[in-house]
């Protein structure tokens, strides 16, 4: 009984960490320093999003300022029609510096291309 109910356990741990099956890939990147006129100014950076369509898949870019020696990690999900670029620090550490950050997702164009978008933090 015991073996089956920590082979229940397992299984449950991995299906809750496994991504959207449209999601291709993610990426996270400490892009950039900040600029002196941005670091004057640092309520003045906003979200960039860029979006590019290939021929099989399409390549969304976020780059946001967050507190540096952040590894994130992502996924993506739909809610209310809007497709949610989810991300969130895997490991719980995190810096006193302020750095631009980049997120890259690449997700099955079939699935991503009806959808407007929206960056979510979580956890």
């Known amino acids: 009984m015991n073996r089956i109910v920590t082979f229940l356990s397992v299984i449950l741990l991995l299906s809750c960490n496994e991504n959207n ?23 003045t950076i906003e979200t ?12 969304i870019n976020v780059t946001f300022p ?4 952040i590894d994130f990690d992502g996924d993506i999900a739909v809610m209310n029609d809007t497709l949610q670029l ?32 929206k960056l979510v933090r979580e956890r």
């Open 21 to 43: 099956e449209n999601l291709i890939s993610f990426k996270s990147q400490n892009f950039r320093e900040l600029t002196d006129f941005e670091f004057e100014n640092r309520n």
């Open 48 to 59: 960039e999003t860029k979006r590019a369509e290939y021929k099989d898949y399409i390549e």
């Open 66 to 69: 967050q507190a540096g020696c």
């Open 86 to 117: 989810i991300y969130w620090n895997k490991t719980g550490d995190v810096c006193d510096e302020l750095v631009i950050y980049k997120l890259r997702y690449r997700i099955e164009k079939k699935y991503a291309k009806k959808y407007p978008t």
